[in-house]
Nanobody, 125 residues
Framework: VQLQASGGGLVQVGGSLRLSCAAS????????VGWFRQAPGKEREFVAG????????RYADSVKGRFTISRDGTRTTVYLQMISLKPEDTAVYYC???????????????????WGQGTLVTVSS
């Protein structure tokens, strides 16, 4: 599956953005999907994930209550709604997908098979 991430941009502190991860060629029905981010000089870190099937979600502690991961009814797009953005949220955001038979949220980058190209989010103070 090919992934296309979009929706990044420049936003002020406290603002909102919605990132999209679109699948081409197939749906996310049999995939776990995750959002990760990487700030300059830092390792890529887990932000949010959603399982196949029931759509179980999980978030990094740093974004709980501010970010929401969801998918559309056709299961071709996964969203990351971000509110109350902070300067420390500035990073390149990546979506990733893994074909799996398990209903699980995957938080480890190395377990994902497919990655989007990344979209830059800059939060200015």
């Amino acid at each position: 599956v090919q992934l296309q991430a979009s929706g990044g941009g420049l936003v002020q502190v406290g603002g909102s953005l919605r990132l999209s991860c679109a699948a081409s060629g197939r749906t996310f029905s049999n995939y776990a999907v995750g959002w990760f981010r990487q700030a300059p000089g830092k390792e890529r870190e887990f932000v949010a994930g959603i399982s196949r099937g029931a759509g179980i979600t999980r978030y990094a502690d740093s974004v709980k209550g501010r970010f929401t991961i969801s998918r559309d009814g056709t299961r071709t797009t996964v969203y990351l709604q971000m509110i109350s953005l902070k300067p420390e949220d500035t990073a390149v955001y990546y979506c990733a997908a893994k074909s799996t038979t398990l209903v699980e949220v995957i938080t480890i980058p190395a377990r994902y098979n497919y990655w989007g190209q990344g979209t830059l989010v800059t939060v200015s103070s």
